[in-house]
């Protein structure tokens, strides 16, 4: 599944830091573990609901690559066998010596941003432990929606 194997590739502590931005500072790294196990499973469960496809389906990078400060965007298309296209978006940081996905971007929709708004809310209210309970049971209602 094409989801999975991002899954190695994905920030996931940059994504949980930003997602969560005082309450990562502010917890406990028994918090954080729980959290990002959480995150890992919510973000791979996400891109293979935003990126379900079949095996017959393309990707087709394009050449244009955007760099920024921090962040590289490299945009392409999804491209099934009826020759449908989806729009994506993969924002690339520099970690280690190595590049990984911070975010992509399905038809102009930012999962990290989504994601961000969705867990700022939960843990605005509840804190680093409501975010993960929330990640972990799928029951927190979506801000972006």
Do not use: C
Request: charged share 25%; aromatic share 8%; hydrophobic share 40%.
């Amino acid at each position: 599944m094409f989801a999975t194997s991002l899954s190695p590739h994905i920030d996931y502590p940059g994504l949980a830091r930003w997602t969560l931005r005082e309450h990562w500072e502010n917890s406990s790294p028994e918090q954080r573990d729980a959290f990002l196990d959480a995150l890992r499973k919510h973000v791979i469960k996400t891109y293979a609901s935003a990126l379900s496809f079949d095996k017959n389906m393309r990707l087709q990078l394009d050449q244009d690559v955007k760099t920024g400060k921090r962040l590289v965007q490299v945009s392409g298309t999804l491209q099934n066998k009826d020759s449908e296209s989806t729009n994506i978006l993969f924002r690339i940081v520099g970690k280690e010596g190595q590049w990984q996905i911070f975010d992509v971007g399905v038809q102009g929709i930012s999962v990290a941003k989504t994601l961000r708004a969705d867990i700022a809310a939960v843990a605005g209210k509840g804190g680093i432990d409501a975010a993960t309970h929330a990640l972990t049971n799928g029951n927190f209602q979506l801000v972006s929606r």
